[in-house]
């Protein structure tokens, strides 16, 4: 009786352990970058996790995974992705600074984006729930550059 309850128990982890593993398996995001202003530079893409820090901000903060590609061809594919809830967000780095560039007040001179494309400026600052995907029911999205200035 005691033996045929161990070999149940370990069944059933056995069998959840094989449903996890399977139910969700890593999944890749394609992301492509359109509306740039010209081919100069790099184009760099973050993508976040709910708990990083210093999002939008892909030259500063501290985003999940980080690619550039080169703003002739910008697409880029994050690769091996857990499912689940990210935002995913970009700049155009046309002088190869490693950072959005900004005006005398900080508002970013480059061209900059978010997933789902929102609306954002002065009065209307990107959130995270703007710029949200969830893997892998999503697998690509195209992020329009803007250039608030």
Same mark, same amino acid.
């Given at each position: 009786?005691r033996?045929?309850?161990?070999?149940?128990t370990?069944?059933?982890?056995?069998?959840?352990f094989i449903?996890?593993a399977?139910?969700?398996p890593?999944?890749a995001?394609?992301?492509?970058?359109?509306g740039?202003?010209n081919?100069r530079?790099?184009v760099v893409?973050c993508i976040?996790?709910?708990?990083d820090k210093?999002? /939008?901000?892909c030259?500063?903060? &501290? $985003?999940w995974?980080k690619?550039?590609?080169?703003?002739a061809? @910008?697409r +880029? #594919?994050?690769?091996?992705?857990?499912?689940?809830?990210y935002?995913v967000s970009?700049?155009?780095?046309?002088k190869?600074i490693?950072?959005?560039a900004?005006?005398l007040?900080?508002?970013?001179?480059?061209g900059?984006g978010?997933?789902?494309? /929102?609306?954002i400026g002065?009065t &209307? $600052?990107p959130t995270?729930?703007?710029?949200r995907?969830v893997? @892998?029911d +999503? #697998?690509s999205i195209?992020?329009?550059?803007k250039y608030?200035?």
């Amino acid at each position: 009786m005691r033996n045929q309850f161990w070999l149940s128990t370990k069944l059933c982890l056995l069998t959840g352990f094989i449903a996890t593993a399977t139910a969700h398996p890593a999944s890749a995001l394609d992301v492509s970058i359109e509306g740039l202003r010209n081919a100069r530079g790099d184009v760099v893409v973050c993508i976040w996790r709910p708990m990083d820090k210093g999002f /939008p901000n892909c030259g500063t903060g &501290s $985003p999940w995974k980080k690619l550039s590609a080169s703003a002739a061809d @910008p697409r +880029v #594919t994050f690769k091996d992705l857990p499912a689940g809830v990210y935002a995913v967000s970009m700049f155009h780095d046309e002088k190869r600074i490693g950072k959005p560039a900004t005006n005398l007040i900080g508002m970013p001179t480059s061209g900059v984006g978010l997933a789902n494309n /929102p609306s954002i400026g002065p009065t &209307s $600052p990107p959130t995270f729930k703007k710029g949200r995907v969830v893997v @892998p029911d +999503v #697998t690509s999205i195209t992020i329009t550059a803007k250039y608030l200035f």
